[in-house]
């Protein structure tokens, strides 16, 4: 039982309804064998897209693992989304961009409280492009360590994404790794990170939400 649940990972409970309108349609397709044929196929692609595969996060102290599955798009320095009014000044900022085919969950990269959670209505532009962090649609989240220390990370939708799901509010707490939620078709995930942080991601590698180790704090 154990090794089919690894096998075929769960699925996020906002991908239900895209299975279920999958496998209602094969249903009523069934005396045509190309309606049947395409409802299965619907099925099969959204529990892939939402899927939720189990992470055992590495352990060690003062970790910041990747909050997605995807590529790493951005390395570099900036100020965090204004709506969070938590700091102007340019902090390290490591940028995961996630393609149709990753895995769309968000985890939390460090354990902690939701400090601060703000939303952003915006735009829909290539979510790969440098100013999608400030213009796209977006949810932003600053996490409180019990050491201290703060880290921003932030759901941006991208050019396909419409519908950025957010299971947590301020005041929660979040284990490493836990899944908190998700971007719809397409998306972008941008993690800031304390001054002095050790960043270890490199552009173009590809990471693993929950597991990839992308810095050490302070």
Request: aromatic share 8%.
């Given at each position: 039982?154990?090794?089919a649940?690894r096998?075929i990972?769960?699925?996020?409970?906002?991908g239900r309804?895209?299975i279920a309108a999958?496998?209602?349609?094969?249903?009523?397709?069934?005396r045509h064998?190309?309606?049947?044929?395409?409802?299965l196929?619907?099925?099969v692609a959204?529990?892939?897209?939402?899927?939720?595969?189990h992470?055992?996060?590495?352990a060690?102290?003062?970790?910041?693992?990747?909050p997605a599955d995807g590529e790493?798009?951005?390395?570099?320095e900036?100020?965090?989304?204004a709506?969070l009014?938590?700091?102007?000044a340019?902090l390290p900022r490591?940028s995961?961009?996630?393609?149709?085919?990753?895995?769309h969950?968000q985890?939390?990269?460090?354990?902690?409280?939701?400090?601060?959670?703000?939303?952003a209505?915006g735009r829909?532009?290539p979510a790969?492009e440098?100013?999608?962090?400030?213009t796209?649609?977006?949810?932003?989240l600053v996490?409180?360590t019990p050491?201290g220390?703060e880290v921003?990370?932030v759901?941006?939708?991208?050019?396909?994404?419409?519908?950025?799901v957010?299971q947590?509010e301020?005041?929660?707490a979040l284990?490493?790794?836990?899944?908190?939620g998700?971007?719809?078709?397409?998306?972008?995930?941008?993690l800031?990170?304390p001054a002095?942080s050790?960043?270890?991601?490199?552009?173009?590698?590809r990471a693993?939400g929950?597991?990839?180790i992308?810095a050490r704090?302070?």
């Open positions: 039982m154990e090794l649940r096998a990972p769960p699925v996020h409970p906002a309804p895209y999958g496998l209602v349609l094969a249903a009523v397709g069934l064998g190309w309606a049947r044929r395409l409802g196929a619907a099925a959204a529990a892939a897209f939402f899927r939720q595969p992470r055992v996060a590495p060690g102290d003062k970790l910041v693992l990747a790493i798009c951005l390395v570099d900036a100020a965090p989304p709506e009014g938590w700091t102007d340019k490591i995961t961009f996630l393609s149709l085919f990753d895995a969950v985890r939390a990269p460090v354990a902690g409280r939701i400090a601060y959670a703000a939303y209505p829909f532009h790969d440098p100013a999608a962090s400030q796209n649609e977006r949810m932003s996490l409180a050491e220390a921003g990370v759901q941006i939708a991208g050019l396909v994404a419409r519908r950025i957010c947590v301020a005041g929660d284990a490493t790794g836990q899944v908190y998700l971007i719809r078709f397409g998306s972008r995930v941008d800031y990170l002095g050790a960043v270890e991601a490199r552009l173009g590698q693993v929950g597991e990839t992308l704090l302070p």
